[in-house]
Structures are given as structure tokens and as C-alpha cells.
């Protein structure tokens, strides 16, 4: 599996599939590249299709040890901009949802001119105040745990209890049709079981990218500090944490956003809806005589 030269000592793996347009595709917590296993079939007779896992999780680099700053929106997109770079990808369609969404962001923040176009699932900004809300913070417990001590105690290093902690995530955020099979779990057992894996995974959150503190942060920007890069975003109708709601606020932040809502599905856009994700990007990439779907 190739791996991308370090950046801040994290070098990413990823998985390379097809030619033509580039795409990256950024995963979700807690997942890794598999979350789309299903999207990459639908994307790899049109595209260059990169799929890396993020820093801390599946098979890139984690340290544990590392301060969470190393694991933040902000870090995270330097990885994936030091991969574009390595790559000479000069402007992809990103795509992600869940952490993956976030990093996009950053990155289109970072550097607009890297990135053609973003398609995203929640979060998104707007959602401010709200998130502070009874029913909202019944649904993002997760998040001050996750700044606990109590992970290492009680999850990290032990394969049962990881397996019981993300079949919770995974059975409680999708849509009423879907739930993981028992092999999806195994993957994510294996990849999240091993000591300092689920450490790593959660630093995002004690770096302060979670949605929690994100939404307390925020500030609409002026309008020449949206993003500017042209902007897809698919919003599940049962996505118990991202109200549909909270959508109203999209074009505060970004110059160009198109707002697609997707019945019948939760959180894991990529694994419950994958043709509908990999249409999304299709309809970004450049139309060409070989891509005769964008």
C-alpha cells in the first residue's frame, strides 16, 4: 500500500484506483478508507480515485504520545495537502463526511485553489448555539468523554470493548434500514482494537474539532472570507446529530453551495447511500469525453 512522505511525522497510507479526474475521498470517525468500499466502484471508470486514511487511524501513522494539535482540522489538512503535493494533484474534487467533511473544509480554507469543487455531509457550520440544546447534547456525549482519561481506561487496547463502544456509533447514527454486519465490525475491531489506536482516533476531539466546540466557535465570516470553492452537500434525513434543521445556514459560509437532502439514510453517508455520494461527485468532475457522467 503506498504511504505518503511525513508530514509533521505522519505519513498517510492510501489507496489509488482509476484514471482520469482526481477525487479524495476523506473518511468519517469511527471508520477509516473502507468506508468507501461502495463509492469507489462507482467512481474509478471516470476518476483517479485516492482514498487515505487520516491521521491516527487504519494503517497511517499514529503517535499516541503526540499532542493533540498534531490530530486537528488544521493538521490534518496539511496532510492531505503534503498528499495532493506528492501526488501533483493540483485541484481535486474533495469529498467526506463526518471528520473527513471537516478536514475538507480546512483544506478549501487553507488553500481554495487546491480543491475543484467539495462535496460534504454533516457537519457543516451554522449549527451554533443549537448544539447546546437537551436534545443535541444527548446525541454529542461522545465528545467531552472523549477528552477523558476514562478512553485509555476503559476502551483503548481492548477489542471487546472497542467492538461494543462502535457498534453503539454505527447501529445508533445510520438510517432505520441499514446496520453494520458482523464483517464491517471485525474490520473496525482490527483497525480501532489495537493499543493506542482508539488514543489516536479521538485526539481530534481533544484538539477541539469536534462539532461541540466547533459550533461554539464559530462565527459567520465576512463574505469574502467563505469558502469559496463550489460546494455539494448531501444532508441524511436521520442523522440523529445533524438535524436537518441546521442546514439554514449554509450560504453564510460558503460563496456556492447546492443543498441535496437524501431520504431514508443516517450519518454514514458514503456506506448507506453510496450511489447517491459517488453521483454527487460525478456531477463536479469536469465533463469530458471520458467522463460522460459529470
Known sequence: MPRSAPIDGFGLADDRHGAGDPVVLLHGWPGDRTDFDAVVPRLERHAEVIVPDLR?????????????????????????????????????????????????????????????????????????????????????????????????????????????????????????????????????????????????????????????????????????????VPTTVLWPEYDPLFPRAWSDRLEEFFDAVELEFLEGIGHFTPVEAPQAFAAAIQRRLTPSAGNPLA
Open 56 to 228: 491516527g487511524f487504519g494503517a497511517s501513522d499514529k503517535h499516541p504520545e503526540a499532542p493533540a494539535a498534531a490530530y486537528s482540522a488544521a493538521a490534518q489538512a496539511r496532510s492531505v495537502l503534503g498528499l495532493l503535493d506528492e501526488l501533483g494533484l493540483q485541484a481535486p474534487v474533495l469529498a467526506g463526511y463526518d471528520i473527513g467533511s471537516r478536514i475538507a473544509q480546512a483544506v478549501a480554507r487553507a488553500a481554495p485553489d487546491r480543491a475543484r469543487a467539495l462535496v460534504l455531509s454533516p457537519p457543516l457550520p451554522g449549527a451554533g448555539q443549537r448544539v447546546l440544546t437537551a436534545d443535541a447534547q444527548r446525541e454529542f456525549w461522545y465528545q467531552p468523554f472523549h477528552s477523558l482519561g476514562l478512553v485509555e481506561e476503559l476502551v483503548d487496547g481492548r477489542p471487546a470493548a472497542v467492538r461494543a463502544y462502535l457498534r453503539h456509533f454505527w447501529s445508533h447514527w445510520s438510517g432505520p434500514a441499514f446496520e453494520p454486519d458482523a464483517r464491517r465490525l471485525d474490520h473496525l475491531v482490527e483497525a480501532y482494537g489495537p493499543p493506542g489506536a482508539v488514543t489516536a482516533s479521538v485526539a481530534w476531539y481533544r484538539a477541539g474539532s469536534g462539532m461541540v466546540a466547533a459550533s461554539l466557535a464559530e462565527q459567520a465570516p465576512a463574505p469574502q472570507e467563505r469558502i469559496a
